[in-house]
């Protein structure tokens, strides 16, 4: 996608609008991995869809979902690892252009650059979709039961997210202890073995082929739908 002036940009950007969809995809991409910020100079912010060169498909469907909002095509990025200087990292990654859209969505969901859970998150996690893409950002499998990776959210913020995963969609979750960090205990969402297949029953339309290992239960080679 190329522009020939910062007015071709611009009239372009004031024709885009999410869709319910990409609305859906967002929430749940904002509680999982992916974020909100403003690139440069720009007042408006941008959505940023970063995963592990392993989740490339992921990556790509996501970029399907957003594409008229993308000007560049998702490229692979290298960093030094964090825990020790010696290891790299491997990533696929885009973002979208800077659009009020999203900006709407970083004064939700962040405070002075740090994202939260809004306390209100029981009206906007609603969807099945943002349930599955909550879940392939951040889930992983223990024996018959998953993990929502939280760790980064305040335990009263992951409070709010149990009563919500189970008023909105019937979950039963738990508060499970997970590791430290500069002695502050940290904790992850546990869902529990029968809610785990209510979350699959509720997300399986949405779900990925190459994202089924997350769930203890389902076949390898059983064939899930994608979202459209």
Not at 34 to 46: H, I, P, T
Request: net charge positive; glycine share 4%.
């Amino acid at each position: 996608m190329a522009f020939s002036s910062v007015r071709e940009l611009r009239e372009y950007k004031e024709s885009l609008k999410l869709n319910m969809i990409q609305r859906d995809i967002i929430v749940g991409s904002l509680l999982g991995d992916g974020n909100l910020r403003f690139v440069g100079r720009s007042k408006e912010a941008s959505f940023v869809v970063d995963h592990s060169i392993k989740q490339k498909d992921y990556v790509l469907w996501k970029y399907e979902m957003f594409r008229e909002w993308v000007a560049t095509k998702p490229k692979t990025l290298t960093r030094i690892y964090h825990k020790d200087p010696r290891r790299s990292l491997l990533s696929f990654r885009f973002q979208t252009l800077s659009h009020s859209e999203f900006t709407f969505w970083y004064e939700m969901f962040y405070r002075k650059d740090i994202k939260i859970i809004p306390s209100d998150i029981r009206k906007i996690l609603v969807s099945p979709l943002s349930l599955a893409v909550w879940f392939m950002d951040d889930g992983n499998k223990n024996h018959n039961a998953v993990f929502l990776n939280t760790q980064q959210f305040s335990r009263i913020e992951q409070e709010c997210l149990i009563e919500c995963l189970y008023e909105n969609f019937g979950l039963e979750c738990t508060l499970n202890k997970h590791s430290t960090s500069k002695g502050k205990q940290l904790y992850r969402v546990r869902v529990d073995t029968k809610s785990t297949k209510m979350l699959y029953e509720l997300a399986k339309e949405y779900l990925l082929p190459s994202m089924r290992y997350k769930i203890p239960f389902v076949p390898v080679t059983t064939l899930l739908g994608r979202a459209g």
